[in-house]
């Protein structure tokens, strides 16, 4: 158990639709990241989130949000959901946003289903 | 634009054996890299790391050696056990880019009893 955590663990949706996916990072972590992995392109870095601001912007589509409230758990937005959007989306945390021991913890995931 | 690549897909080993798990990065900013395994229906899982002034770390049966000039990187499993297969992802990362994780496509190892 990495201490991250993720809901739901399934989402099965349809095209159009809008979802909101959460993490909560370990204790302690400021640093949230968000990560997509489908089956053609691998584990893909999509947002970065720092201690409430975003640090760092991945490919990450435009109809794609994200979040980091003041208690630090952050959510990922995704709208106007396409068929290409099912996937696996990883949330990570970490200690600091430019600190040199950059070991990220990663969260079980949500699989998403568009259908 | 494949920054980092692992190019053996698959590598099968033998119980007790050395399993050896190789990386290249092209991007000579990368200061930090990471391997990370994972199992089906699970997040990746935090193996071990070594920073770019290194050319070796060790953690029990693990050990990472890097190789700067070549931009080149290995992770070592000795003696390689059943529970060890699994999909093994090297990372990279950069503080001029956040520190986001830069992955490659990942090495299913299977460890044969």
């Known amino acids: 158990d990495s201490g991250v955590t993720q809901t739901p663990k399934h989402l099965i949706t349809a095209t159009g639709q809008r979802v909101t996916l959460r993490c909560s990072p370990r204790s302690g972590d400021l640093s949230v990241y968000w990560y997509q992995q489908s089956l053609d392109q691998g584990l893909q870095f999509l947002i970065q989130y720092y201690n409430g601001e975003e640090r760092a912007k991945g490919n990450i589509l435009e109809r794609f949000s994200a979040q980091q409230f003041p208690d630090l758990h952050s959510e990922l937005n995704l709208s106007s959901l396409e068929l290409g959007d099912s996937a696996l989306y990883f949330c990570a945390s970490s200690v600091g946003s430019s600190s040199k021991y950059n070991e990220q913890f990663f969260g079980p995931g949500t699989r998403l289903t568009v259908l | 634009d494949q920054q980092v690549k692992q190019n053996s897909p698959s590598l099968s080993v033998q119980e007790g054996r050395i399993s050896i798990l190789n990386c290249d990065y092209t991007?000579?900013?990368?200061?930090?890299f990471l391997w990370y395994k994972k199992y089906p229906a699970e997040g990746p899982t935090f193996l071990i790391s070594?920073?770019?002034?290194?050319d070796k770390n060790e953690d029990g049966r693990f050990t990472v050696f890097l190789n700067k000039s070549a931009k080149h990187l290995s992770l070592h499993i000795v003696p390689s056990q059943p529970g060890d297969s699994a999909v093994y992802f090297c990372?990279?990362?950069?503080?001029?880019?956040?520190?986001?994780?830069?992955f490659g496509a990942g090495t299913i190892l299977r460890v044969k009893s």
């Open positions: 070594i920073s770019s002034i290194k």
């Open positions: 990372a990279a990362s950069a503080r001029e880019y956040g520190n986001k994780l830069v």
């Open positions: 991007n000579s900013m990368f200061d930090y």
